[in-house]
C-alpha cells in the first residue's frame, strides 16, 4: 500500500481521504480537531497540526509517496511550494492567485509530479479540454459551471463548499477570457444572462476567471469562456456588496481599530453560507466544444447534473473523486510528466478519469453534433 498525506480535513479534503483510503495508507492533516474528528474512517491516522509553517510541513511530509492538497487558496500558492522543494509528488486541489508555473523550473530540478487545480472546474473540465485538443482542432470552449444548494433560503440561495475568503476572490478578480485568440478582462460578475437547464431550471451565469492555465497552454483556440452558475438574482447583492466595499482588502480605521473589511465580510457571511449537517446540494455543468475533426464540424456537449448522496456533498465529490482519480494515476506511475501540470494535460487519461469518476456516480453524459 501506498502512502498518502491528504493536507487539510475540510469538506472536500475529508472525501478525499475517505476514498483514497480504500486502498491506500491515509493520514489526514488539519489545523482544526474538529474537522478531524469528522472523518468517518477508521484506517485514516490523523494529525492535528499548523502546516502554514515551512518546517512543520516539510517534517509532516517527509515518509510519504503522495502529497494531496487541500488547503484554502491563500494558502495554497505556498504550500506548493514547500512540498515541491522536499521534492514530494503532489496532486492539488487550492485554487491561489498567484501564477502555478513560477513553480515549473523547481519542480522540474527536483524531479516532482505537480499536477495543479485538480477539481471540477478547473479540473475535469481541463481533462475534457485536452482531449478532444488531442483529436480535433477547436474553435470554441465554453463552460458553465455551479455548485448551488438544493434549498433556497433568501438572501444569496447559496452555500459554500470552500474557504469564505476564496470564494469571495471570485467575485472580485477580474474574470479573463478568449475572442478571436485576444485576452479579453472583464470585471468579475459581469455580462450575465439567464439560461434553461433540464431538471434544474433556470439559473444565472456570469463572467469568471476560471480558465487560468487555459489561456496559457491553449493559445491556438481562438474562442475560450468559463461562466460561473447561480441562481437568478444572486448576483445584484454581490455587486451592491461589492461596490460598497464590503469585499475590499485596504485597511479602514473603526473606533482607532485598523480592519479589512473582507475580513469582517467573510466572517458575516460564512455562518450564512455554511454547509450544515444534512444541507443537500448539487453540482451542475454543461461545456460545448467545437471544432474540425476528420474533416467535419462537429459539437460535443458534455452534462453533469450531480446530486446530494451517501452524506457526502456534491461539490465534494465532484471535485474529490477528479483529484483521487489523478492521484491513482500518478501512484501506478501511468503519470510521470515533471514540473507543474494543469488538468488538460491529462487529456489522455480522460477516459480513466471518466470512468473512476463513474464508478462513483459522478456521471458525466456526452453528445455529439
Not at 488539519?30 to 494529525?47: E, F, G, V, Y
Not at 463552460?143 to 475568503?165: D, H, M, N, T
Not at 456537449?301 to 457526502?312: A, P, V
Request: aromatic share 10%; hydrophobic share 35%; proline share 4%.
Amino acid at each position: 500500500m501506498k502512502k498518502i498525506i491528504v493536507l487539510g480535513a475540510g469538506l472536500v479534503g475529508g472525501v478525499m481521504a475517505e476514498d483514497l483510503s480504500k486502498n491506500h495508507e491515509v493520514t489526514s492533516v488539519d489545523i482544526s480537531q474538529k474537522n478531524l474528528d469528522k472523518l468517518k474512517s477508521n484506517n485514516i491516522k490523523k494529525i492535528c497540526l499548523d502546516i502554514s509553517k515551512s518546517k512543520s510541513l516539510k517534517n509532516v511530509i517527509k515518509d510519504f509517496d503522495l502529497v494531496i492538497g487541500a488547503v484554502p487558496g491563500f494558502m495554497g500558492y505556498k504550500m506548493m511550494q514547500d512540498v515541491i522543494e522536499a521534492k514530494k509528488n503532489i496532486i492539488d486541489i487550492s485554487f491561489y492567485p498567484e501564477d502555478p508555473f513560477g513553480l515549473d523550473e523547481l519542480a522540474k530540478k527536483n524531479n516532482v509530479v505537480a499536477v495543479m487545480d485538480c477539481g471540477v472546474a478547473p479540473g475535469m473540465g481541463n481533462v475534457i479540454f485536452g482531449h478532444h485538443d488531442r483529436s480535433m482542432k477547436i474553435s470554441d470552449y465554453e463552460c458553465l459551471v455551479g455548485g448551488l444548494p438544493v434549498k433556497r433560503e433568501w438572501p444569496y440561495e447559496y452555500q459554500a463548499v470552500f474557504s469564505p475568503i476564496d470564494v469571495i476572490e471570485e467575485y472580485i478578480r477580474p474574470a479573463r477570457y478568449i475572442q478571436n485568440k485576444k485576452l479579453i478582462i472583464k470585471e468579475a460578475l459581469s455580462e450575465t444572462e439567464l439560461i434553461e437547464f433540464e431538471e434544474i431550471g433556470t439559473l444565472e451565469s456570469w463572467n469568471s476567471d476560471g480558465l487560468r492555465s487555459l489561456i496559457k497552454t491553449m493559445p491556438h483556440v481562438p474562442n475560450m469562456i468559463e461562466k460561473t452558475l447561480r441562481y437568478p438574482g444572486c448576483v445584484e447583492y454581490l455587486k451592491v456588496l461589492r461596490a460598497s466595499g464590503f469585499f475590499s482588502y485596504e485597511e479602514i480605521e473603526v473606533n482607532g481599530t485598523k480592519i479589512k473589511p473582507i475580513d469582517v465580510t467573510s466572517k458575516l457571511l460564512f455562518p450564512k453560507w455554511e454547509m450544515k449537517d444534512g444541507d443537500k446540494d448539487f453540482t451542475i455543468m454543461r461545456i460545448i466544444i467545437k471544432g474540425e475533426e476528420n474533416g467535419n464540424q462537429v459539437k460535443y456537449q458534455y452534462n453533469l447534473l450531480d446530486r446530494y448522496e451517501d452524506n457526502t456533498i456534491s461539490m465534494a465529490r465532484t471535485t474529490g473523486f477528479t483529484c483521487t482519480a489523478v492521484a491513482n494515476l500518478v501512484l501506478d506511475k501511468k503519470y510521470k510528466k515533471t514540473g507543474i501540470s494543469p488538468p488538460e494535460y491529462l487529456g489522455e487519461h480522460f477516459e480513466f478519469i471518466r470512468n473512476y469518476l463513474s464508478e462513483r456516480n459522478v456521471i458525466y453524459k456526452v453528445r455529439k453534433e
